[in-house]
């Protein structure tokens, strides 16, 4: 633990300036916006995620949707099939295995 630590402050003094492209308010809409970056631009990302965010508010949310209607939503992204089928699994299992909630390790 403690030599993960110095290495972060190593990198927070080598990369002073360095942030994350995606836009997110909370940990389950980074992971979401995170499955939605692969194999795309973080700007095609933060243009899906408003009306996605809007819709889909919590991993139950995730869990049960459509998934004609979320693979609609996300299809601007790419790979759209293949993400539908992460974000229902990354929904299902944070409500099986953690309550709903990112787990913060």
Known sequence: VRRARRMNRTLAQAFPHV???LDFTNPLELAVATILSAQC???RVNLTTPALFTKYRTARD???A???ELE???RPTGFYRN???SLIGL???LEERFDGAVPNT
């Open 19 to 21: 942030y994350c492209e």
């Open 41 to 43: 631009t973080d700007v």
């Open 62 to 64: 995730y869990a049960t």
């Open 66 to 68: 459509d998934r004609t």
């Open 72 to 74: 609609e939503l996300i």
């Open 83 to 85: 993400k539908t089928t």
């Open 91 to 93: 929904g299902q299992a």
